[in-house]
């Protein structure tokens, strides 16, 4: 339905100290294209891409890439989408957005903006596993995402009871606010110390607080320059 997951896109007011600093935990940097007028960079530990976006009025997305979007609008409206904007047209990138029911927003274009990276070499974070979103209503929000073409799993068990939305190109975590109130990027290493020192050796050290239920488990956060949290736990 929504194609295949392009990148997590985030607004970045120094599009160099974030470049640096994804740089120092290992991510590899792709070569964009010139489909954006604004400064534009991605990087990826080979299963997350992130679109930095030096742009003002931009929002973190999720941006998602399939041809043909003027043809997937019906079959979108159907499904309950109500968009918040459409460029559509023969002289333009042909792009449209909306906003989910916790008011995330979601992209899909027309074609890719940058190229595969061939060798990526991972990240001093470990293992990616999603995105996650806090979302007020999770049932409503799992039910959202199925719609879209998700599978949704009940996750009650974990530190952190979620749902965990699986596709084949990016899987989506809905938590509950009052764990992760911003979208988080989630990793999962076999030992967080270990991961830490190799990170502080780079150069980076945590700078946030964990959720509460973590607290008393080996995790960490770490605050991206453009304020995106990438939270790490153990396996």
Not at 142 to 166: I, M, N
Request: hydrophobic share 40%; glycine share 8%; charged share 20%.
């Amino acid at each position: 339905m929504l194609g295949r997951f392009l990148e997590y896109s985030i607004p970045t007011p120094d599009i160099r100290a974030s470049i640096d600093f994804y740089g120092k935990l290992g991510f590899s940097q792709a070569q964009v294209g010139e489909t954006w007028a604004h400064p534009y960079a991605v990087v990826t530990d080979g299963r997350l891409h992130l679109g930095l976006h030096q742009l003002a009025t931009a929002v973190p997305a999720l941006t998602f890439v399939k041809p043909d979007v003027l043809g997937q609008l019906d079959a979108l409206e159907s499904r309950g989408v109500v968009f918040e904007y459409r460029n559509l047209g023969n002289d333009v990138f042909n792009e449209v957005g909306w906003l989910d029911p916790s008011g995330h927003l979601i992209r899909l274009i027309e074609a890719r903006t940058f190229s595969p990276v061939k060798q990526p070499r991972g990240s001093l974070c470990g293992y990616f596993l999603e995105i996650a979103l806090a979302v007020p209503d999770r049932e409503l929000a799992k039910q959202y995402w199925e719609r879209l073409g998700f599978v949704g799993l009940d996750e009650p068990d974990g530190a952190l009871p979620h749902v965990s939305c699986t596709s084949d190109s990016i899987d989506i975590g809905l938590y509950d606010p009052a764990q992760l109130r911003m979208p988080t990027l989630m990793f999962e290493t076999d030992e967080v110390k270990e991961s830490l020192a190799r990170l502080t050796s780079a150069g980076v050290a945590p700078s946030g607080a964990v959720p509460a239920p973590l607290r008393h488990r080996p995790a960490a956060l770490l605050v991206a320059p453009e304020g995106t949290p990438l939270l790490l736990a153990n396996a």
